[in-house]
């Protein structure tokens, strides 16, 4: 959801945000000056990251596994190079 922090970043500090008017958002602060910088990172966003993470690294595994059991096996014909019994 939304985060609140100090738009100079050096302070570490997080500020509540809060819902206000249905769609609106509030920050409770102190009286004076503030300089506050809002993101929103949806959790679904973020799921959906990982998840194409994960697939990334176990499509990066299952295409090297491949390569690999491939060129162990060289007695193996692959696809239209492969030459047929009895030809030359």
Do not use: N
Not at 11 to 30: C, E, F, G, W
Not at 32 to 46: A, K, Q
């Amino acid at each position: 959801g939304w985060t609140a922090k100090p738009a100079d970043g050096k302070q570490l500090q997080q500020y509540p945000v809060m819902r206000a008017d249905y769609v609106l958002r509030a920050i409770p602060l102190k009286a004076g000056d503030h300089r506050i910088r809002l993101e929103y990172t949806p959790v679904s966003f973020t799921v959906g990251k990982w998840i194409s993470l994960v697939a990334w690294l176990a499509f990066a595994v299952a295409t090297s596994v491949c390569l690999v059991h491939r060129r162990a096996s060289p007695g193996t014909p692959s696809g239209a190079a492969a030459k047929r019994p009895g030809r030359p």
